[in-house]
């Protein structure tokens, strides 16, 4: 069975460019931003009229983002005092990188400020060696417990009728991601794997598990 891993904490976000050359990409950033290294924000420059919808696309060069990657909108709220915040995640060769997260704060159509993680440059395999399938079945091989939801019917039919969709299942479905080495601290750019990730609900007292399968 080859490597299983499990979640064992959430990354905290600040703001990072991964890079052997990152005091290229913080002078990039200070054409229109100014860097907060000790709170882990950056403060627009006041000069920079740019909204959140749009800064990804106009300012990617400034970020360090390569032509394989992407910033997609997760999220977007406007709280009591005004501001927009915008969520959004890194994408590589349109694979998601845990921890790869970046939230823009604006104020009356403007990003004022900012804080998140972006990982830069990126030049990292993104082909699996592995199937879904394949995965899948090491993970479940893996598993403690084999009282595995999907194999309930009651707990299906529940699941189906809380969600209100009749196709819903708890069935694994595995997703590849990038995410860091089992045996590291915080992600970066030295550090990266890819896997498979997915939940694997079930009956019994440990309610399931989250697992990581090397790709």
């Not at 992407?70 to 890194?90: C, E, P, W």
């Not at 592995?130 to 939801?149: I, M, N, P, V, W």
């Not at 299906?156 to 997703?175: A, H, K, Y």
């Amino acid at each position: 069975i080859g490597p299983v891993r499990t979640v064992v904490g959430l990354l905290a976000v600040t703001f990072s460019l991964s890079s052997p050359s990152q005091a290229q990409l913080i002078e990039r950033i200070q054409e229109i931003a100014e860097v907060k290294h000790s709170q882990g924000w950056i403060r627009m420059r006041d000069d920079i009229h740019v909204s959140g919808a749009e800064l990804f696309e106009r300012y990617r060069h400034q970020f360090g983002l390569g032509p394989k990657d992407s910033m997609a909108l997760v999220s977007k709220r406007t709280d009591n005092l005004g501001y927009t915040h915008f969520r959004y995640r890194q994408f590589h060769d349109g694979i998601p990188l845990e921890g790869g997260t970046f939230i823009l704060h604006e104020r009356n159509g403007r990003v004022v400020k900012a804080n998140g993680k972006i990982i830069s440059p990126l030049d990292i395999n993104t082909r699996p060696v592995l199937s879904r399938q394949q995965a899948l079945l090491r993970g479940l091989e893996a598993s403690e417990s084999k009282a595995f939801s999907w194999e309930h019917p009651e707990y299906e039919r529940r699941l189906r009728s809380f969600r209100g969709d009749p196709t819903m299942t708890s069935f694994p479905d595995p997703q590849l991601v990038f995410t860091k080495r089992i045996d590291t601290l915080d992600i970066g750019r030295g550090n990266l794997v890819l896997v498979y990730a997915f939940s694997v609900p079930t009956t019994d007292a440990q309610g399931g598990y989250h697992m990581y399968i090397d790709a």
